[in-house]
């Protein structure tokens, strides 16, 4: 299968994208005043949350799910998805 004109652009686009954004980053800064000691036992030092819709996709009453986990109140991994099913 060969790509159409319209692929061509799609890619030219993502690889503008990426050439503008290529600097971009997510920076976790802080000061040693409110840093935050970490004890054995300690519950908060990596949190994790969760949350789903109920079919809000009124053409396919899929639903969006989600998930943000933190390490130190900065998050490290998240994402949001439609339900397969």
């Known amino acids: ?3 159409s004109p319209e692929h ?3 890619a030219n686009r993502v690889l503008s994208y990426l050439q503008t954004t290529q600097y971009y980053a997510i920076e976790f800064s802080g000061s040693v005043d ?8 300690d519950d908060e030092v ?3 949350s969760s ?8 053409e396919t009453r899929k ?17 949001s998805s ?3 099913t």
């Not at 989600?66 to 998240?78: N, T």
């Open 8 to 10: 061509l652009r799609y």
């Open 46 to 48: 990596l949190q994790q």
């Open 82 to 84: 439609k339900q397969k």
């Open 34 to 41: 409110n840093a935050t000691e970490v004890e054995p036992g």
């Open 1 to 3: 299968m060969n790509p």
């Open 51 to 58: 949350d789903a819709s109920f079919a809000d996709d009124p």
């Open 63 to 79: 639903s969006t799910q989600g998930y943000l986990m933190k390490l130190f109140s900065g998050a490290i991994m998240w994402q």
